[in-house]
Structure formats: C-alpha cells, structure tokens
C-alpha cells in the first residue's frame, strides 16, 4: 500500500515562496513508470495540477505555474517537493501530492490527504 504525506506551513506570507513536501511510503519514487504530482484546491474552485516529477527526475509544469514552479526530489529519503515563489491570496489553496502511473492509464492512484496552505500577512 503506496501512502503519500503531505508537509509543511500552513501559512505563507505574500511574496514569499511555499515549500511543501511529500514523504512516499510503501513504494519508491523512483520506480519505473510512476509520475508524482502536486494538485492543489483553492476554496469553492477544482482541482488543478501544478506539476510533476517522474520516475526519471523530469520535470513537468503547468504553463500557467511555470515560471513560479519548482519540483525536486530526494530520493535518499523518497520524497519529492513544491516550491511556488512570489504567492499571493490567489494561491490559497489545499495542495495535494498524488502518484499515477503507466499501469492506470496515468491516472491517480495515490492520493496523500492534503494540506491547506493559505497566504496572507
């Protein structure tokens, strides 16, 4: 049983950069096949990806996030992590890590239970 968890303050002040982490347990980042994703839920608005590291170290972003957006990994303690600079309220959300993978068709399979990140001063 793959298990994702989610880690990090709860509150970020504007222009500041959020970092949040995601601990892997039951199965390794690094296995072939897999991507590992961040999506987070602003309040009374849908899911939306923000990007994924995959089980070869690249990156994907969402052209929106892009310039804001940076996932990195570290494999020794198989957790991979955000960071999205210069936030501002609109980044307010419930962010989640998520895995999927070639054998489900690319959709999510593992789901860690979010952390709500909001940001004011």
């Known amino acids: 049983q793959v298990q994702l968890q989610e880690s990090g303050p709860g509150l970020v002040k504007p222009s500041q950069t959020l970092s949040l982490t995601c601990a892997v347990s039951?199965?390794?980042?690094?296995?072939?096949?897999?991507?590992w994703s961040w999506i987070r839920q602003p309040p009374g608005k849908g899911l939306e990806w923000m990007g994924a590291?995959?089980?070869?170290?690249?990156?994907y972003y969402s052209p929106s996030l892009k310039s804001r957006t940076a996932i990195s990994r570290d494999t020794s303690k198989n957790q991979f992590t955000l960071q999205l600079s210069s936030v501002t309220p609109e980044d307010t959300a419930v962010h989640y890590c998520?895995?999927?993978?070639?054998?489900?068709?690319?959709?999510?399979?593992?789901w860690g239970q979010g952390t709500r990140v909001t940001v004011s001063s």
């Open positions: 998520a895995r999927s993978g070639l054998y489900t068709g690319w959709a999510y399979d593992y």
């Open positions: 039951g199965g390794s980042i690094t296995t072939t096949w897999y991507s």
């Open positions: 590291i995959a089980y070869t170290g690249s990156t």
